[in-house]
């Protein structure tokens, strides 16, 4: 196993890195680090050659200055020695069963790739990609878009044969047109979602994480579209993969969230970059799979109406949702069930402004003020979007706010929602808690709202049981909002002990289904 790391005068993060390779159950014998550091200052290059002397497994490549890790990349992939590759970043961890995991996997299914579970610290993670262990996974079937990361492992003669390399310079998406050639070249893909194996950090000052300059994105985002149509034919598996970049690069920058904020002139010039992509790469096939509010958006925007779009951002920025807290109670097994009221509205509008509202048609006929009620009403359609409304919980604290996971409720009136602490909660979490956030999902919007709740309502809920692991309760705070809190650091054992008992218990129950499966009878 080769682990890539372009390396460019790293902070103390690159310690924990190396400390977590040092780690690896894989074993130093079967593992090489090539550290490709791209023309970092000397006080680095001494520091990773310090870091080399000590360990016979880890070389250095030094490397002229680009900018960028694409080409130290291409570097450690020429240099790797073997038989599968991994590519890790400076500041981030792999988990110490990690390279093992995935290489076992790998050996196990012939997989020319590897999506190994990235767990998220500082950031979220696309939850369905790791729902369940595939070991043969199928590009348009399977959510293997959902992480484009080149944090997997590869086997290397395949991206060798292949001629699998990342753009040289500075290339925006990089790692998409990296794993889309991947992707399609790939014999077998698999996803091993059964166990951590890499720990991708939030870093401020990433690329990522910045304001995009639409006049240098968007081309770079074209070069992955036109990956996409080399390797398929028209229809529907091209429609389902142009969608995926359609709705996350340049529809969910264009919401009310968005939009509205940005500053005239770069909104005018997001505008001018994203409108010709609309007409050239997304037609209505790619629509159709589109949520409803994503479709007016897509058919204002491929027309140029730019006034219109403006205002249907003002439109859904006056959506309301409302969420108050009937009960909460603790099950035996761990889990919290929740049941709540919501209601959704407008701000200004009456009710009849949404679709599907107290048995309103589910075709939207948007507020005059709005004029956009002269779009084709397949558009303005939300029969399917509607079946698809749910409630779900988040939890709040600070600016950070992620899902809770657990069941989500199908309706919005006496919605029950199961809630798993030891899944709010990760194994390496070291949060206290927060607020607690309703997200209702309707006709295609996603409306939040804190949940709001009597403190009497709370009075006979009880302490958590043990199989919750730490002590978890839920409050109402002085503004009358709900939040979820937990002990911590204290409560260890009792969170360990959780964790293993429920491990224990699905381990027996998929026990007494397979022996179902084969037609015996449990014990």
Partial sequence: MSVIVPVYNPGPGLDDLIASLDKQTLGRHRLEVLLCDDGSDEATRERLRRIASSRPHVRVLELERTG???????????????????????????????????????????????????????????????RRDVPSAVLGRDPLLELLTPHKLFRTSFVRDNGIRFPDGRVRLEDHQFVMQAYFAARTISI???????????????????????????????????????????????????????RGKILKRLDTRRLLRYPEDYRARFLDAVEPLARRWFGEAVDAGLPMPMRVRSALLRAGRRDDLLRLAEFESGLECRAELRSARWRRDGALVVTLDATIGHRTESAAALPGIDGSSAVWRPPAAIGIGDLDESTLDATRDLRGDRIRLHLKAGRRERRMPGRDARRMAGATVVVEPLSVFPWRDSSEGGRVTVHALHAGWDISAPLRADPSVLEGIGRAPWLAGRRCRLIVLDDGTVALQRSYPAGRARDVTARVARRLRARLRDARRGLRRAGARPL
């Fill in 68 to 130: 960028w890790p694409g080409t130290p990349r291409n570097h450690g992939i020429d240099a790797a020695r073997g038989a599968y590759l991994f590519f890790a970043d400076q500041d981030d961890r792999v988990f110490t069963n990690g390279l093992r995991d995935m290489a076992a996997f790998a050996d196990a299914h012939g997989s020319d790739v590897v999506v190994g579970k990235v767990v998220g610290v500082g950031r979220a993670i696309p939850g369905a990609i790791f």
């Fill in 192 to 246: 091993l979602a059964s166990r951590p194996c890499y720990a991708w950090l939030k870093n401020e000052g990433s690329a990522s994480s910045s304001r995009i300059d639409p006049g240098t994105y968007f081309p770079h985002l074209e070069r992955v579209l036109e990956i996409v149509e080399r390797n398929t034919d028209p229809g529907p598996l091209r429609d389902t993969l142009l969608r995926h970049w359609y």
